[in-house]
């Protein structure tokens, strides 16, 4: 099949969630025979020499990316108050990039184009109208629901109001550009299920993260016990919400030797107040890291305390594949086929986490089982070869 991929961001290096599935999907179809085109949206103005894909699969793909200034401002922002839509979403319209799009899928007779995510719908009615090829939704997340859960979080007034605003004209904006597609993939049965309570009616498949697990090779005699570890890019809300509400909530006990154990937090974009959360011998802030599966390998308790998300986060699968102890919110491991306290310990308020922290570091041999179903729960899961083919049936029956 001839396949476009539309991305509101390059996917290369793959140093995040969003990354890691884009550039293993279009690694999957490439090695399962199909001609593969990538279109992606440079957001942040980096290099594009810097932000290549490997040598060897630059050969096998066309890519092309595209500058975009997203950049948010105060005035945008008040301007957007007398909007239907949200400038979360407005900030990624490009008219020249939409214009080159079009002459992309003019001049190639594709099967499939793929949109990966809510930003790059805004230019499914162009394409639709340029193209006969089925075009294909994937949630990564339901944006609403994150700016919904965002706007629970917040204790003033405006704050809340201003969130539950963006959290309802994204829902409304969800609701009628969803059904336009021909097909839509989720990573979740809850959010198959959050659609098709919006009424959506096109074809909704649920297909998991998956990961090439060849590349996940843990090494327990590297891992430093105990210790906690936080991954993630901090540039995300839920994510930087999240941590901020972890490290406000145990510094004390990490720091005073309640929890005798250290905290690392790694990741991109890791804001400099988190500086101040530092404490010697005690709390490492790290930012971003050379090599992040040698940092996972190297710590042995990850914990995901997302407060406010949706989908399947990536990261909680890499830990499972590195055989880590996961502690995590219920809403954080939400998608995964995990049974409590077997392949992840549930943790949701600040007791639950206190007590899973203090028997994983206290009781070594529990922890390591709980890595080792988690990397079996991977295996049976996740694996990519199994999400491709799966997939590419899901693209031929579309095609029908």
């Known amino acids: 099949m001839k396949i476009l991929i539309l991305s509101h961001r390059v996917p290369f290096p793959q140093n995040g969630g969003y990354a890691i599935v884009v550039t293993n999907t279009i690694k999957g179809l490439v090695n399962e025979g199909h001609d593969v085109s990538l279109v992606a949206l440079n957001a942040k103005r980096n290099s594009h020499e810097s932000n290549l894909p490997d040598e060897d699969l630059m050969g096998k793909i066309n890519y092309r990316a595209y500058d975009i200034d997203t950049t948010v401002t105060i005035l945008g922002v008040a301007l957007n108050l007398f909007k239907k839509t949200s400038f979360n979403i407005d900030r990624y319209y490009d008219p020249e990039f939409e214009t080159l799009l079009l002459r992309e899928v003019r001049t190639n007779n ?34 609403n629901q994150i700016w919904w859960r965002l706007s629970q979080q917040k204790i003033d007034p405006f704050k809340k109001s201003y969130l539950r605003m963006h959290a309802r004209r994204i829902k409304n904006y969800e609701r009628l550009r969803l059904d336009m597609f021909d097909a839509i993939t989720v990573f979740t049965r809850q959010d198959k299920e959050t659609l098709l ?6 074809p909704i498949e649920i297909l998991p993260v998956g990961l090439r697990l060849e590349k996940y090779k843990p090494d327990i005699s590297k891992t430093e016990f ?15 919400e999240g941590m901020e509400w972890f490290l406000e909530s145990f510094i004390g006990d990490i720091t005073s030797g309640d929890l005798p154990v250290k905290l690392y937090v790694a990741g991109n974009d890791i804001p400099e107040r988190f500086d101040d959360y530092e404490a010697l011998g005690k709390i490492f802030i790290q930012g971003e890291v050379d090599d992040a599966l040698e940092f996972v390998n190297s710590k042995s308790i990850m914990i995901v305390p997302l407060l406010s998300s949706g989908g399947m986060r990536v990261k909680i699968v890499e830990g499972m594949a590195m055989q880590k102890c996961i502690i995590s919110t219920s809403l954080g491991a939400e998608g995964i086929n995990f049974t409590d306290r077997h392949d992840i310990m549930i943790a949701n308020n600040r007791d639950e986490f206190y007590d899973a922290i203090q028997q994983c570091i206290r009781d070594e041999e529990f922890c390591i089982q709980l890595g080792k179903n988690a990397r079996l729960l991977a295996e049976k899961e996740h694996d990519i070869n199994v ?14």
């Open 197 to 202: 309570e919006y009424g959506i009616k096109v």
């Open 387 to 400: 999400v491709i083919k799966n997939l590419v049936t899901f693209y031929q029956n579309c095609c029908k």
């Open 226 to 240: 105990p210790s906690l570890f936080f991954l993630g890019s901090l540039d995300w809300l839920p994510n930087r």
């Open 110 to 143: 594709y099967d499939i184009i793929q949109f990966e995510g809510l930003f790059v719908s805004l230019y499914m009615p162009a394409v639709r109208k340029a193209s006969k090829a089925r075009l294909i939704y994937r949630a990564h997340n339901l944006e």
